[in-house]
């Protein structure tokens, strides 16, 4: 049973940083891209980025590139994201979710239940 497991969030004031770590289990973890997307309250899904199998190949949302980094850690099944000068509006409810194959993300098949992040001052 594929299982995806979000941890990191919390509140924090603007400008402040989070780290969201992500254990997946149940499947070969890499052999698969993922990726993180969010749900703002009263929004739809946003997808915020994806990176392939190895970690070789990255892609942000032009909302967050620059202040958000990707990351896996393929020997402790885990993905990373690394979120910097957080802003009131990146206040969410943030998803892991598993790609269909190694190097197809932005597309995904599997989510976990979300973590909630505040940005407040």
């Known amino acids: 049973e594929v299982q995806l497991v979000e941890s990191g969030g919390g509140s924090v004031q603007p400008g402040g940083s989070l780290r969201l770590s992500c254990a997946a289990s149940?499947?070969?973890?890499?052999?698969?891209?993922m990726n993180w997307v969010r749900q703002a309250p009263g929004k739809g899904l946003e997808w915020l980025s994806g990176?392939?199998?190895?970690?070789?190949?990255?892609n942000y949302a032009d909302s967050v590139k620059a202040r958000f980094t990707i990351s896996r850690d393929n020997a402790k099944n885990t993905l990373y994201l690394q979120m910097n000068s957080l802003k009131s509006e990146d206040t969410a409810v943030y998803y892991c979710?598993?790609?269909?194959?190694?190097?197809?993300?932005?597309?995904?098949?599997?989510w976990g239940q979300g973590t909630q992040v505040t940005v407040s001052s």
């Open positions: 979710t598993k790609g269909p194959n190694r190097s197809t993300y932005y597309f995904q098949d599997y």
């Open positions: 149940g499947f070969a973890f890499d052999g698969y891209a």
């Open positions: 990176i392939n199998w190895d970690g070789g190949s990255t």
